[in-house]
């Protein structure tokens, strides 16, 4: 006991630490909402639809009544808010990605994306700006790290446009965009996609200024 304090620091001056720590936890907490960043916009890319699918529900792994068997599926999921944490009401999110063979439902890419996958979804935000897509984890093609895109829509008016990665994928490193976002930015739009209850899941919270 009376273990010498480490790091050769007086007691007294850990235990105010002990006792400051929490209360500048709580500060960091409280500091004004608009310093919330931005999520960061990224290109569009070449292969939003050119036509939405008939079918472009939450729901990519069911297309019309085909259902898509490949790759790994996952939950993805997140919230919209405004620079204050709000939820940003009556917004919508889309996704669009290519199929597990790396092809995207385009002319651009020959149209040869598999007819089972959605490759295109959008859903309304809940009352909490909640959002949720059953997709696959996203998969590498020609020259790019795996990536989902991302459109948030208020109305007809187009609030961002970004591209979500997959944390921890070698890919990420190599790929021209990724590589060149400053570090706070790949820190927005890179997470996990990690197992859980219910399988695969990843988790993206949306910032926007509306
Ligand atoms: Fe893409």
């Given at each position: 006991?009376?273990?010498?304090?480490?790091?050769g620091l007086p007691r007294r001056t850990v235990?105010?630490?002990?006792?400051?720590?929490?209360?500048?936890?709580?500060?960091?907490?409280?500091?004004?909402?608009?310093?919330?960043?931005?999520?960061?916009?990224?290109?569009?890319?070449?292969?939003?639809?050119?036509?939405?699918?008939?079918d472009s529900d939450n729901d990519l792994l069911?297309?019309?009544?085909l259902n898509y068997r490949r790759g790994q599926?996952?939950?993805?999921?997140?919230?919209?808010?405004?620079?204050?944490?709000?939820?940003?009401?009556?917004?919508?999110?889309?996704?669009?990605?290519?199929?597990?063979?790396?092809?995207?439902?385009?002319?651009?890419?020959?149209?040869?994306?598999?007819?089972?996958?959605?490759?295109?979804?959008?859903?309304?935000?809940?009352?909490?700006?909640?959002?949720?897509?059953?997709?696959?984890?996203?998969?590498?093609?020609?020259?790019?790290?795996?990536?989902?895109?991302?459109?948030?829509?208020?109305?007809?008016?187009?609030?961002?446009?970004?591209?979500?990665?997959?944390?921890?994928?070698?890919?990420?490193?190599?790929?021209?965009?990724?590589?060149?976002?400053?570090?706070?930015?790949?820190?927005?739009?890179?997470?996990?996609?990690?197992?859980?209850?219910?399988?695969?899941?990843?988790?993206?919270?949306?910032?926007?200024?509306?």
């Open positions: 006991m009376n273990a010498t304090p480490e790091h235990a105010a630490a002990l006792v400051a720590a929490p209360a500048l936890w709580l500060g960091a907490r409280a500091q004004p909402a608009a310093a919330r960043l931005a999520t960061p916009s990224q290109t569009e890319g070449p292969f939003y639809p050119v036509r939405l699918p008939q069911r297309n019309g009544t599926p996952a939950w993805v999921d997140g919230t919209v808010t405004d620079l204050d944490g709000k939820p940003l009401r009556g917004a919508q999110v889309e996704i669009w990605q290519c199929d597990e063979n790396g092809h995207y439902h385009h002319p651009g890419d020959g149209d040869r994306a598999d007819a089972a996958f959605q490759g295109f979804g959008r859903v309304a935000v809940g009352e909490d700006g909640s959002w949720r897509f059953r997709t696959i984890r996203p998969v590498a093609y020609s020259g790019r790290t795996p990536h989902i895109h991302v459109k948030v829509k208020l109305g007809t008016r187009e609030l961002l446009t970004t591209q979500l990665y997959v944390a921890g994928d070698p890919g990420n490193a190599r790929d021209f965009l990724w590589r060149n976002l400053p570090q706070a930015a790949k820190d927005a739009v890179t997470v996990p996609f990690e197992r859980g209850p219910d399988g695969l899941q990843a988790r993206f919270p949306i910032v926007v200024a509306a």
